[in-house]
Structure formats: C-alpha cells, structure tokens
C-alpha cells in the first residue's frame, strides 16, 4: 500500500513537494539513525562495494554525477588524468564522455578493477598505503583522489609523494564534517554519518577551515574550491556551515 502510494506521488503534478518532503525527512532521520548496512568490524572493499551499490555497479547517483561534472568542468581535452581509488569507473567514464582525456585509474579492491577493465577501462589494482610511485604510470596533469583522503591514516605522505607525478593539480574531494548537519548529529550525541558499512571507513576530518589550514601546513596552495552538495543556494553563501562536501584543486607551492 505504501509503496503504491509513493509511486502514484512521484508520478503525479505533487511530485516535486513529494520529493522535498521525502528528503527532509531522510536528512531528520540521519541524525539519529544508522545506515542498515551498519555493522562494525575491519572494511574488506570488495564488501564495501556490494553493500554501496547493489546492482548499481558503475552508475551515478545525482551526489555522483554533481561531484563528476565539477571534475570534468576542470580538465581540459588531452589532459592525462589518474583517478585513485576508481572504485566502479563511473567516475572516469562520465569524464570521457565529455573531455578526451587519457585516463588511468588505480583501486585496492580486485572486484573493482575488474568490473572498470571489462568497462574498456585503463585500470591496476594498487594499495595506496604503499609507495605510490611503483604503481603510476606519470606524469599526470591531473591526479584525482575523489572521496579517499579521509580513508587514509597517512594522507599526507600520500599527497607529498603524488607531488612529482602530477603538472597541473591534485584534485581533492572530501566531505565538510563541519556540515550543520552534522554538527546537529553531534548535538543530539552521536558522531557524523560519513560512512556506509563500518564507522572505520573513515580515519581522517576535515571542516572546511582545518582543511585550508592543513592545506596550507602541506605546502600546497588552494586555485580552487567548489562546495559542490549541500543546502542551496547557502552552500555558496556559507560553505564552512552548508556545504555538506568540496571539490578542491591544490598546487604545489615551490620553495
């Protein structure tokens, strides 16, 4: 009954109210509930993917293709581009539909590679906990490092080794923990909900000041930042509180 009942709402003149509800609701939820997928243990990212996106393997969600069309807007034709942590791929056959770019990405998850190599895909199983250096195929204009840094205990050797392997910029996508979303969740006593299966997907956090700051400790300067998700038309106004995840493109600031 309640399923016939969201259907006829989506497809009638109240949709548009519908959905808004639908959302607000989901976001009321989110601050004091759990994902259903919870469970807590070590994050195996063969498991991740299967509890992510069942039977959705290399299709983006409307959060995805917003933080996929802020990359492309970013590299140009020719650009050769590295996307770490590819995941399904979705992210990099969306970029070569729009830009002829020259593509690689690297994963640590073998379900991964292979699902992006039967996808036409230029893709190696990597571990980027060890030295990335063995594993590229550079120089790069571009590296992208989309949803990954907050997974890392040591990003910042990570950052400081991709330094000689890239000629335009580090592209850096992560969520704002400083959300005012989250910090209600915090209020009400539980920690953000950045995660999809175990809280020990992320080990690192940013607001948007303790990146600038922790940016600017790593010698790399900001040339862009674009509060890409979060609540319209004030993410833009005032990203610190309402944009809930950036898109930022570092340089490396020469000594």
């Known amino acids: 009954m309640m399923r016939s009942m969201k259907s006829f709402l989506r497809s009638s003149p109240l949709r548009?109210?519908?959905?808004?509800?639908?959302?607000?609701?989901?976001?009321?939820?989110?601050?004091?509930?759990?994902?259903?997928?919870?469970?807590?243990?070590?994050?195996?990212?063969?498991?991740?993917?299967?509890?992510?996106?069942p039977g959705m393997?290399?299709?983006?969600?409307?959060?995805?293709?917003?933080?996929?069309?802020v990359f492309t807007d970013i590299v140009a034709d020719g650009d050769?581009?590295?996307?770490?942590?590819v995941g399904?791929?979705?992210?990099?056959?969306?970029?070569?539909?729009?830009?002829?770019?020259?593509?690689?990405?690297?994963?640590?998850?073998?379900?991964?590679?292979?699902?992006c190599r039967a996808q036409g895909l230029d893709v190696d199983l990597a571990d980027i906990n060890r030295p990335i250096a063995e594993f590229l195929k550079g120089p790069y204009d571009y590296i992208i490092c989309s949803e990954i840094i907050e997974h890392l205990p040591d990003p910042e050797s990570l950052l400081n080794s991709l330094r000689a392997h890239v000629r335009k910029g580090i592209i850096i996508s992560i969520p704002n923990t400083g959300f005012h979303q989250h910090?209600?969740?915090?209020?009400?006593?539980?920690?953000?909900?950045?995660?999809?299966?175990?809280?020990?997907?992320?080990l690192r956090f940013w607001t948007r000041a303790d990146f600038h700051w922790w940016a600017g400790q790593m010698r790399f300067q900001i040339v862009q930042e674009v509060p890409y998700q979060g609540t319209p038309w004030l993410k833009s106004l005032w990203p610190s509180l309402f944009a809930s995840a950036f898109v930022y493109v570092l340089s490396d600031v020469k000594p």
Not at 57 to 69: F, K, N, P, T, V
Not at 80 to 85: A, F, N, S, T
């Open 57 to 69: 393997l290399g299709q983006l969600s409307a959060w995805r293709r917003s933080r996929a069309q």
């Open 16 to 53: 548009p109210l519908y959905l808004w509800s639908a959302n607000r609701y989901r976001q009321a939820r989110r601050l004091f509930s759990y994902p259903a997928t919870a469970r807590v243990g070590v994050v195996d990212y063969d498991t991740y993917w299967d509890n992510k996106a």
């Open 88 to 115: 399904d791929g979705a992210l990099l056959l969306y970029m070569q539909e729009r830009k002829r770019i020259i593509a690689h990405g690297l994963d640590v998850s073998e379900k991964a590679v292979l699902f």
């Open 183 to 202: 910090r209600l969740r915090l209020l009400f006593g539980r920690f953000p909900l950045q995660w999809v299966v175990t809280p020990g997907e992320h």
């Open 80 to 85: 050769r581009v590295l996307d770490l942590g």
